[in-house]
């Protein structure tokens, strides 16, 4: 199995940026497509961004488009996400996830999960 451990999260203010990190283990990490994932409390968990096996093709949800990046360096078993100009609305759980289908990536089927780092975003 592919075992995610997200980090990075914190507590950071309006306009703030943060990079948020997922390293992957095993061999077969580059035979993923790599997604992230968010869950406030009380809410249902939503799509945030997802990058293909190799990159660079990369999907955002629209409401971090623009100011969300995602990224990912097989060598290193690691992807990013890295978040500017935060919002309140941003606070929530982040989740990573591998997928072995390189389709339809805004699907919450993916194969393996990670147990989430928190953000929270003052106003």
């Known amino acids: 199995q592919v075992q995610l451990v997200e980090s990075g999260g914190g507590l950071v203010q309006f306009g703030d940026s943060l990079r948020l990190y997922c390293a992957g283990s095993?061999?077969?990490?580059?035979?993923?497509?790599m997604g992230w994932f968010r869950q406030a409390p009380g809410k249902e968990r939503e799509f945030v961004a997802a990058?293909?096996?190799?990159?660079?093709?990369?999907i955002y949800a629209d409401s971090v488009k623009g100011r969300f990046t995602i990224s990912r360096d097989n060598a290193k078993n690691t992807v990013y996400l890295q978040m500017n100009s935060l919002k309140p609305e941003d606070t929530a759980v982040y989740y990573c996830?591998?997928?072995?289908?390189?389709?339809?990536?805004?699907?919450?089927?993916?194969?393996?999960w990670g147990q989430g780092t928190l953000v929270t975003v003052s106003s």
């Open positions: 996830a591998a997928r072995v289908d390189s389709t339809l990536l805004r699907s919450g089927k993916y194969d393996y």
């Open positions: 095993g061999r077969t990490f580059s035979n993923y497509a």
């Open positions: 990058i293909t096996r190799s990159g660079p093709y990369t």
